[in-house]
């Protein structure tokens, strides 16, 4: 069963139901034992970078989530929860991620050109840069649902697929056991559900 | 690049969809959930649902709806009607609604839009303007276009983004209803005004309204629209055709 990490940023709700969607059984939990019994984590999160990495430390999930993807335990961050595996972050000062991946996340302020809206809301395509198995059923262009304001970058190790939004942007990433999507998969309609259904496959 | 969002919107009353909808193959045609799906299947980039409805009885019966439309649809959902209070945020954002729109609630207290966008971000937060023209001035309506506010509406919305909000949608009252088409200099001052997406509501009447919108005024980011999605008169996917064949970039 795929446990859907709870450490008090978000909501939960859509994701746990494009997973029941899909016919996969998943629990949503903040405790450390419940959450070992699980055969994948979905490391979700929306809202501030600081404020979710604080989060997990003071709840001492960071550790636990290190420790998961070290010993081979299928992980997968979503949108804030993509850019928490990474070193760190520049929003709004500097904070420090996971570390899992290596790369880091920067402002799309003053990088874009001025007639493109920041935050990067709506539906855009994807370009795979390299295999991952998230990607098995469904096809280069298909567009899925961003909302964020920062981007990950020099994260090429794990890079799996961009999309453009004046600049080219870290979509999703791969790397062994450790994925993670920008984009919202469970808001992402059927394509969305077929990258969830990807994952599930390799949880069992 | 960013694709265009089409967006069809709901407006429910009970628990029940108003406004009669007529399709085929639709057991229940005013079935939130049936109606949201159907949407959904064919190509629609969002869903609007507006919680018209009066009593709280009726309000409790439009989360549960939510709750189940959230359930079996997969793609962002805006709720507004009735959002007065942050609680009211709380209740909608709890059954699945990942944008919640305020409108008459914001007039009311413009303070709610800092904390709305506080507490759950910009993103979630989206101002809904009914805007009319009066002596050649921009005014803001409130309860649902019925009542002149007497506030110029360009510094309005500008202020409301200021505070916070990530989204405007602009309903034009001069253009709803008349399927004249979207009122092109309205949105412009819009467009001119803020730097976040902007949703061109009020006078679609055929596809060709969408691709004069896109065309006219890149910076419109999405249309939104209610009865000729829900009378069949523009279907989505001939609709999403139609805008690719103008170079218009849509997610098909």
């Not at chain 1, 795929?2 to 997973?19: A, E, M, P, Q, R």
């Not at chain 2, 507490?119 to 002596?135: E, F, L, M, P």
Request: glycine share 10%; hydrophobic share 40%; with cysteine.
């Amino acid at each position: 069963m795929i446990g859907i990490i709870d450490y008090g940023v978000g909501n939960l709700f859509s994701l746990k139901s494009s997973f029941e969607a899909i016919g996969e059984e998943v629990f949503v939990s903040g405790d450390k034992e419940e959450l070992k019994k699980a055969s994948g984590l979905i490391l979700p999160g929306v809202g501030a970078y600081s404020d979710a990495a604080e989060k997990l430390r003071k709840s001492g999930l960071d550790d636990f989530v290190r420790e998961c993807a070290r010993e081979g335990k299928p992980l997968m961050g979503i949108c804030l929860g993509m850019q928490l595996l990474f070193e760190k972050s520049f929003e709004y000062g500097e904070h420090q991620g996971l570390g899992i991946l290596k790369g880091q996340v920067v402002p799309m302020e003053g990088k874009l050109p001025q007639s493109l809206k920041i935050p990067h809301i709506g539906w855009n395509g994807l370009k795979f840069t390299k295999e991952c198995p998230l990607f098995e059923n469904i096809t280069e262009g298909d567009c899925v649902y961003f909302v964020h304001s920062y981007y990950a970058v020099d994260c090429e190790e794990s890079l799996a697929s961009t999309t453009e939004y004046g600049e080219i942007m870290t979509a999703a990433v791969c790397k062994d056991n450790v994925y993670g999507c920008q984009f919202h998969p469970e808001k992402s309609g059927k394509v969305g559900l077929e990258i969830l259904r990807s994952f599930s496959k390799l949880c069992k | 690049m960013i694709t265009k969002r089409i967006i069809p919107c709901l407006d429910v009353r009970d628990g029940r969809v108003v406004k009669g909808v007529n399709f085929q193959g639709l057991s229940d045609v005013s079935s939130p959930v049936e109606l949201g799906k159907f949407y959904s299947d064919c190509g629609a980039d969002e869903l609007v649902f507006y919680d018209i409805t009066a009593s709280a009885e009726g309000r409790a019966l439009f989360t549960d709806i939510l709750r189940q439309v959230a359930k079996t649809i997969f793609i962002p959902l805006t709720v507004g009607g009735g959002i007065n209070t942050l609680d009211d945020f709380d209740r909608v954002l709890k059954c699945g609604a990942d944008k919640v729109s305020v409108n008459s609630g914001a007039i009311r207290n413009p303070d709610l839009i800092n904390a709305a966008a506080q507490k759950y971000g910009n993103q979630c937060v989206v101002i809904s303007a009914d805007v009319k023209r009066v002596d050649g001035v921009f005014r803001v309506f409130a309860k649902g276009g019925r009542e002149n506010t007497g506030m110029e509406a360009i510094s309005w919305i500008k202020s409301c983004v200021e505070r916070g909000a990530g989204e405007v949608v602009l309903n034009s009252i001069d253009t709803d209803g008349v399927k004249g088409g979207f009122d092109i200099e309205m949105l412009r001052a819009v467009c001119d005004a803020v730097n976040v997406p902007v949703i061109a509501s009020g006078g679609a009447g055929c596809a060709e309204d969408f691709v004069k919108l896109f065309n006219t005024l890149p910076k419109v980011d999405a249309g939104l629209a209610a009865s000729i999605f829900h009378f069949g008169e523009v279907s989505i996917p001939e609709l999403k055709k139609i805008l690719k064949e103008n170079n218009i970039n849509v997610r098909l």
